[in-house]
């Protein structure tokens, strides 16, 4: 059987994993009876793979480029009982990991160690994406998590001045103590996956008149405070900013054409030291939109297929509802249902119509259009497939091992 190994970022081998490659047909095999217009063909039983649980819109930090900053402290959570309902329905339908991230701050909501053991105990794989000020919190369920999960850190900075400036946390934290917790969870449990988050600002990016902190400098150092703090990984991805009107998220483009390719160079370079840091101690992750900025190939990314077929896989619960995309968290177009959308099986029968009526009538051509879509290629993987004539039996199947999507 075909290994998943070293491909976390393609999509479309984890959705041919054993696991999932049966729901990968009959949503194939659904999408063909759909466009020959033969009767109503039945929606598949089936619920996503994996989703991302917000658990909470409260936050500490006040991160002047964070995405989700507008939907942030309202005074909303999911409750325990709704989240332990809504994960029960769902792996009755096929869910098998989950990501606690937010809007918010995970690691403030009063039952996060509960929720942490309940999803171990449930066998779901956990992913956790924390601004690492909480982190006794995750250091109290440590021997909860198995290899395949993982924790990933948003630090965006190597020096303690930019990680104030980017972050604005609320009360006494430092880069230097959040690296310091982060390396004893790891040597509490070495099969969790360590991640330094770090998102890239490059200098003149402007949200809301305000400038923010640039760090692309600070790219090699980030790479040796992650081996020296024996961080799995260091992902790098640009900043992204929601576009006024649209809320949609999409990549700061810049002035003219020779800003650009500054931006560009001085990226280019940075990483480039920044993999003399890595050798062979942390793995250097450059996400699927980072990689099109620095090869011109953004407009690429830009360019959807009409049908989303990501959103049958992966869905995000959040306080203020389901929605069908993280990039269109929180924005009325993504909204599939409400926060208890999951809770029975009842409730989950009426998200599926809703999804549904989605897959038929969200145009992504038209409304995706700016979106930077991490989700592209697969989109297109999956729409080529549709419109092929092979067969869904000539789908070949990989090895279980990563259900994040
Ligand atoms: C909004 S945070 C919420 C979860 C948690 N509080 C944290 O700090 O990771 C979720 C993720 O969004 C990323 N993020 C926020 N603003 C972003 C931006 N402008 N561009 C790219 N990623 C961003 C963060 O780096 C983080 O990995």
Redesign the pocket.
């Known amino acids: 059987m075909e290994q998943l190994k070293e491909r976390e970022h393609d999509f479309s081998a984890k959705l041919r994993q054993a696991s999932v490659i049966e729901s990968l047909k009959e949503y194939i095999s659904w999408q063909r009876k759909v466009r020959s217009s033969s009767g109503q063909p039945v929606f598949p039983r089936r619920g996503p793979i994996s989703v991302n649980l917000d658990l909470t819109t409260a936050?500490n930090?006040s991160?002047p480029?964070?995405?989700?900053s507008r939907m942030l402290n309202t005074g909303d959570y999911l409750d325990l009982d709704t989240i332990k309902r809504s994960i029960e329905t769902l792996q009755n339908n096929g869910l098998l990991s989950v990501i606690l991230?937010?809007?918010?701050?995970?690691t403030i909501h009063k039952n996060f160690e509960e929720l942490v053991r309940f999803l171990s105990r449930q066998g779901l794989q956990i992913g956790i994406?924390?601004?690492g000020s909480r982190l006794e919190r995750v250091a109290s369920v440590a021997d909860a998590f198995k290899e395949g999960d993982w924790l990933?850190l948003?630090l965006?900075a190597a020096r303690e001045s930019t990680f104030f400036k980017s972050h604005r946390p609320r009360g006494r934290i430092s880069l230097e103590k959040i690296l310091g917790d982060a390396s004893e969870i790891k040597n509490a449990n070495s099969a969790l996956s360590l991640g330094y988050?770090f998102?890239i600002v490059w200098k003149g990016i402007l949200i809301n008149g305000y400038e923010l902190c640039e760090n692309v400098q600070e790219i090699p150092e980030a790479v040796r405070l992650a081996r020296e703090n024996h961080f799995d990984y260091i992902s790098f991805?640009?900043?992204?900013?929601r576009l006024d009107g649209s809320l949609k998220e999409s990549i700061f483009s810049q002035p003219d054409e020779e800003h650009e390719t500054q931006v560009i160079d001085e990226i280019t370079r940075n990483l480039e030291k920044a993999r003399h840091e890595a050798s062979d101690g942390v793995k250097i992750l450059e996400s699927i939109n980072l990689d099109a900025m620095l090869n011109r190939k953004v407009h690429e990314l830009k360019v959807q297929p009409q049908v989303c077929h990501s959103q049958f896989f992966r869905t995000v619960i959040a306080p203020s509802g389901i929605f069908h995309c993280p990039a269109l968290r929180g924005v009325d177009l993504g909204r599939i249902g409400s926060e208890d959308g999951y809770k029975s099986a009842g409730n989950f029968e009426q998200t599926q119509a809703n999804l549904e009526r989605s897959l038929r009538n969200f145009d992504a051509a038209k409304e995706c259009d700016v979106v930077v879509c991490f989700y592209h290629h697969v989109n297109w993987w999956i729409e080529k497939f549709i419109t092929s004539r092979k067969s869904v039996r000539s789908l070949t199947k990989v090895e279980d091992d990563n259900f994040f999507l």
């Open positions: 936050c930090f991160c480029h964070c995405v989700d991230i937010g809007g918010g701050e995970p994406a924390t601004n990933r948003s965006d988050s998102v991805k640009p900043c992204l900013l």
